[in-house]
């Protein structure tokens, strides 16, 4: 009979799970501003999502490469796997949904002035799902490289140009204006991708119909965190102006009416 062996309890220093994951440091960034104990939910949540955009953007940048490099499939798994860590990031919105007018009040005013849609983690997640917006730089022009670094992301393909890119490379009918547009402008739905993707539903590759199927599960998604946003905002503190001096919920209903992939979902009346 052998004995159960008995895991290493010394290192002689630092654990190899801390030397890799940095856990102490994660666990020091939590400052609460206010003596409410419910900020300290609201600021690990809200620190949770900006390291899922940070995966997400991570994530995407792969895919652009597999594209690029005519790995479709490669790309497939790769997109499929950024729709689970979406998920993920959407249920992170419960605890804060479920927070009263009156929780939420105990210590909003410690955020001041901050929002999310300061967030440039989240500002590469918009771009990077073709959602430009030149003025959206603004808010990070105090952050010398993070506003570089935007900048450099706005006049870059976004992920829908170099899938548009490689259904082109495929042999897929794609438009020369909509492969040569000027991508830091906001990508414009088009008629004649509209029928590409129709046709690929139709009788294309199997390998096209899962890249559209994989591109509108992440869309999908993406609606829903913005839709949970909406609904988050509206349930804890109402019509009021939003943190930032946004509108607020008017500024995220707005929001959640703009679809990215748009021929994705129209294509399917065509089917």
Same mark, same amino acid.
């Given at each position: &009979?052998?004995?159960?062996?008995?895991?290493?309890?010394?290192?002689?220093?630092?654990?190899? %799970?801390?030397? %890799?994951?940095?856990? =102490?440091?994660?666990?020091?960034? #939590? #400052? #609460?501003?206010?003596?409410?104990?419910?900020? &300290?939910?609201?600021?690990?949540?809200?620190?949770? &999502?900006?390291?899922?955009?940070?995966?997400?953007?991570?994530?995407?940048?792969?895919?652009?490469?597999?594209?690029?490099?005519?790995?479709?499939?490669?790309?497939?798994? @790769?997109?499929?796997?950024?729709?689970?860590?979406?998920? /993920?990031?959407?249920?992170?919105?419960?605890?804060?949904?479920?927070?009263?007018?009156?929780?939420?009040? =105990?210590? +909003?005013?410690?955020?001041? $002035?901050?929002?999310?849609? #300061?967030? *440039?983690?989240?500002?590469?997640?918009?771009?990077?799902?073709?959602?430009?917006?030149?003025?959206?730089?603004?808010?990070?022009?105090?952050?010398?490289?993070?506003?570089?670094?935007? $900048? /450099?992301?706005?006049?870059?393909? =976004?992920?829908?140009?170099?899938?548009?890119?490689?259904?082109? !490379?495929?042999?897929?009918?794609?438009? !020369?204006?909509?492969?040569?547009?000027?991508?830091?402008?906001?990508?414009?739905?088009?008629?004649?991708?509209?029928?590409?993707?129709?046709?690929?539903?139709?009788?294309?590759?199997?390998?096209?119909?899962?890249?559209?199927? /994989?591109?509108?599960?992440?869309?999908?998604?993406?609606?829903?965190?913005?839709?949970?946003?909406?609904?988050?905002?509206?349930? =804890? &503190?109402?019509?009021?102006?939003?943190?930032?001096?946004?509108? *607020?919920? !008017?500024?995220?209903?707005?929001? @959640?009416?703009? !679809?990215?992939?748009?021929?994705?979902? @129209?294509? +399917?009346?065509?089917?």
């Amino acid at each position: &009979m052998t004995c159960p062996v008995t895991p290493k309890l010394d290192f002689g220093g630092t654990t190899p %799970y801390e030397d %890799y994951v940095h856990a =102490s440091v994660l666990h020091s960034l #939590q #400052q #609460q501003w206010s003596n409410d104990p419910r900020e &300290m939910s609201f600021l690990v949540i809200t620190q949770v &999502m900006e390291l899922y955009f940070g995966l997400l953007c991570f994530e995407w940048r792969q895919a652009q490469k597999e594209l690029r490099d005519g790995d479709v499939r490669a790309a497939v798994r @790769t997109i499929k796997r950024s729709e689970l860590h979406m998920q /993920a990031l959407n249920a992170a919105w419960r605890p804060i949904a479920r927070m009263t007018p009156g929780e939420f009040n =105990s210590f +909003r005013d410690a955020l001041g $002035e901050g929002s999310g849609f #300061q967030s *440039g983690r989240y500002r590469e997640v918009e771009f990077l799902l073709g959602e430009k917006s030149r003025s959206m730089l603004v808010p990070h022009r105090a952050v010398p490289e993070q506003h570089a670094a935007l $900048e /450099a992301l706005l006049t870059e393909p =976004s992920l829908y140009d170099d899938v548009l890119r490689a259904l082109a !490379a495929q042999g897929v009918k794609i438009p !020369a204006e909509v492969l040569d547009r000027d991508v830091a402008e906001p990508y414009q739905p088009n008629p004649d991708v509209e029928a590409a993707w129709a046709e690929i539903y139709r009788d294309g590759p199997r390998d096209l119909l899962e890249l559209g199927e /994989a591109l509108t599960d992440v869309a999908e998604e993406f609606t829903r965190w913005r839709y949970d946003h909406l609904l988050a905002t509206r349930r =804890s &503190m109402g019509s009021k102006t939003g943190t930032g001096g946004s509108a *607020g919920v !008017a500024w995220l209903e707005k929001r @959640t009416q703009r !679809a990215v992939f748009p021929e994705l979902w @129209t294509a +399917r009346s065509f089917v």
